[in-house]
């Protein structure tokens, strides 16, 4: 592969990225809002239905997409690093194993790309889920009352000023642990049900990558969630993450670690099908134009 060649991929894959963080977030945000609700308070949201209205009555439809431009920084940043790693791992992955193409990989193989892609994308998301998580909260924890910011930039400089530059990484090692467990079934279930519904690899259907990219997701929050739980506790309160697993433990039991999973799951399907449209769909477009000879 020549060099001009492996940075118009390289940058294929960010934008592509990009392409899907930004879809999959204004797709199911409000489902984002009540997830992390659900974690944080479970005493007082419970149902899913309930916390989509009571946030809509007290805060608006604002309050439903309360975090989305850190969101959307988050996704992106997240997608475009994820995607970017997915690539030149794979490339790597190829070399180590002797195959010609990625979809010679095993599904182990590209199983495990997935999950060294998700480590990358961990440094990316830590500091911008942690804004997210602190502006859907804090109508909840009385931080809008104190004189908190309720805007993406402001409450990053109150964090820094009043925690320390390394507090915007406070929840790192549960989002390195979700973001690598989780990537490896989101990579893997996405090839995996690829492999069931397309008859062939140059084959182009929208809907086939739609549930590809949803059953990925699925399978991602299904297995990852419990760590996501500890991680948001982490993120919004003053524990450690041993220490908010004794608390959701405690309060809780095994119970408490999946609070939240229905919205979660209920989003995951179309926001990771409409992510992985969203991808496909711009590589495709782009390997067009700048590979027309291919």
Same mark, same amino acid.
């Given at each position: 592969?020549?060099?001009?060649?492996?940075?118009?991929?390289?940058?294929?894959?960010?934008?592509?990225?990009v392409m899907g963080g930004i879809t999959a977030v204004y797709t199911t945000q409000p489902l984002d809002t009540t997830k992390v609700k659900m974690q944080t308070y479970p005493e007082k949201y419970s149902k899913v239905w309930a916390t989509l209205r009571a946030t809509a009555q007290s805060e608006g439809i604002r309050g439903l997409y309360a975090g989305s431009i850190p969101a959307v920084l988050a996704n992106v940043g997240e997608s475009a690093t994820?995607?970017?790693?997915?690539?030149?791992?794979?490339?790597?992955?190829?070399?180590?194993?002797?195959?010609?193409?990625?979809?010679?990989?095993?599904?182990?193989?590209?199983?495990?790309?997935?999950?060294?892609?998700?480590?990358?994308?961990?440094?990316?998301?830590?500091?911008?889920?942690?804004?997210?998580?602190?502006?859907?909260?804090?109508?909840?924890?009385?931080?809008?009352?104190?004189?908190?910011?309720?805007?993406?930039?402001?409450?990053?400089?109150?964090?820094?000023?009043?925690?320390?530059?390394?507090?915007?990484?406070?929840?790192?090692?549960?989002?390195?642990?979700?973001?690598?467990?989780?990537?490896?079934?989101?990579?893997?279930?996405?090839?995996?049900?690829?492999?069931?519904?397309?008859?062939?690899?140059?084959?182009?259907?929208?809907?086939?990558?739609?549930?590809?990219?949803?059953?990925?997701?699925?399978?991602?929050?299904? $297995?990852?969630?419990?760590?996501?739980?500890?991680?948001?506790?982490?993120?919004?309160?003053?524990?450690?993450?041993?220490?908010?697993?004794?608390?959701?433990?405690?309060?809780?039991?095994?119970?408490?670690? $999946?609070?939240?999973?229905?919205?979660?799951?209920?989003?995951?399907?179309?926001?990771?099908?409409?992510?992985?449209?969203?991808?496909?769909?711009?590589?495709?477009?782009?390997?067009?134009?700048?590979?027309?000879?291919?």
């Amino acid at each position: 592969m020549s060099d001009t060649r492996w940075i118009l991929e390289s940058f294929r894959d960010t934008l592509a990225g990009v392409m899907g963080g930004i879809t999959a977030v204004y797709t199911t945000q409000p489902l984002d809002t009540t997830k992390v609700k659900m974690q944080t308070y479970p005493e007082k949201y419970s149902k899913v239905w309930a916390t989509l209205r009571a946030t809509a009555q007290s805060e608006g439809i604002r309050g439903l997409y309360a975090g989305s431009i850190p969101a959307v920084l988050a996704n992106v940043g997240e997608s475009a690093t994820a995607f970017l790693a997915y690539g030149r791992i794979s490339i790597g992955m190829q070399y180590l194993t002797g195959k010609s193409s990625h979809g010679e990989l095993s599904l182990m193989s590209q199983s495990i790309c997935g999950a060294l892609s998700g480590c990358c994308a961990s440094f990316v998301l830590t500091p911008t889920e942690l804004v997210k998580c602190r502006l859907q909260t804090q109508h909840l924890t009385g931080s809008v009352k104190s004189g908190v910011p309720t805007t993406p930039f402001a409450m990053m400089i109150h964090i820094v000023k009043n925690e320390g530059p390394l507090a915007l990484m406070k929840g790192w090692t549960p989002t390195l642990i979700r973001e690598a467990w989780g990537y490896f079934y989101f990579f893997g279930g996405y090839e995996a049900a690829k492999l069931v519904l397309f008859n062939d690899p140059d084959e182009v259907s929208m809907w086939k990558t739609a549930v590809s990219g949803g059953v990925g997701g699925s399978m991602c929050w299904g $297995f990852a969630y419990p760590i996501d739980v500890v991680k948001s506790r982490v993120q919004v309160s003053n524990v450690s993450p041993l220490g908010a697993i004794r608390d959701v433990y405690s309060s809780a039991g095994v119970r408490g670690f $999946f609070r939240g999973i229905t919205p979660c799951l209920m989003r995951a399907f179309p926001g990771c099908g409409a992510l992985f449209v969203a991808v496909d769909y711009t590589k495709l477009i782009f390997d067009r134009v700048a590979f027309p000879e291919y």
